[in-house]
């Protein structure tokens, strides 16, 4: 079965590091662009990143830029996002997501929760 | 405030139909970019529901439904069971944001 698994979300205080990472599994990694898209508690989807297959193209949320950076390593199979300068808004369930040839998301992980505060 | 807008909530009797709004403008769905549709079941992972517009991914029931017209879509839902209580989301491309976006959602409640 398809599978996307994300890990590395916890507690960090406001301007504080984290990084995420997303271990995929039983498709071809390196034909798809990658995304992460977060939930804030109570609150609805929020497109965050993508990256291109290859790696070479990303884009970002503007309420993001500059602070996230996302990046794949194709040969283990993993997507990572690395955000710093973290704000208590960045809280939130973050979710990676493989996009289809319809730039649907049709693959989503469990989901990783961050929590930023003092 | 979402760039696409869906109603807050929608209700229908068990075996009714219902039908939810996507609506956004000429950056996203006005400039023919696909949307697709997601649901959400309380403390679960989004799963995607229609892709294309008007697509089902294998799995997915034909009660589930899409249609697009000029600036907005529709996710239908025929003969509804209790089990689709959940939120759904609306999802397209912006060229003005160069990114995805998602409509705010939508709760739905089988009465």
């Known amino acids: 079965e398809v599978q996307l698994l994300e890990s590395g979300g916890g507690l960090v205080q406001p301007g504080g590091s984290l990084r995420l990472s997303c271990a995929a599994s039983?498709?071809?990694?390196?034909?798809?662009?990658m995304n992460w898209v977060r939930q804030a508690p109570g609150k609805g989807l929020e497109w965050v990143s993508v990256?291109?297959?290859?790696?070479?193209?990303?884009l970002y949320a503007d309420s993001v830029k500059g602070r996230f950076t996302i990046s794949r390593d194709n040969s283990k199979n993993t997507l990572h996002l690395q955000m710093d300068s973290l704000r208590a808004e960045d809280t939130a369930v973050y979710y990676c997501?493989?996009?289809?040839?319809?730039?649907?998301?049709?693959?989503w992980g469990q989901g990783t929760m961050v929590t930023v505060s003092s | 405030q979402s760039v696409l807008t869906q109603p807050p909530s929608v209700s229908g009797a068990p075996g009714q139909r219902v039908t939810i709004s996507c609506t956004g403008n000429?950056?996203?769905?006005?400039?023919?970019?696909?949307v697709n549709w997601y649901r959400q079941l309380p403390g679960t992972a989004p799963k995607l529901l229609i892709y294309?517009?008007?697509n089902r991914p294998s799995g997915v029931p034909d009660r589930f439904s899409g249609s697009k017209s000029a600036t907005s879509v529709s996710l239908s839902i025929t003969g509804l069971q209790v089990g689709d209580e959940a939120d759904y989301y609306c999802?397209?491309?912006?060229?003005?944001?160069?990114?995805?976006?998602f409509g705010g959602g939508t709760k739905l409640t089988v009465l």
């Open positions: 999802q397209s491309y912006d060229s003005s944001l160069s990114g995805s976006v």
């Open positions: 039983r498709f071809s990694f390196s034909s798809y662009a």
């Open positions: 990256i291109s297959g290859s790696g070479h193209k990303t």
């Open positions: 997501a493989k996009r289809d040839s319809f730039d649907a998301f049709d693959i």
């Open positions: 294309g517009n008007s």
């Open positions: 000429s950056s996203n769905i006005g400039a023919g970019y696909d």
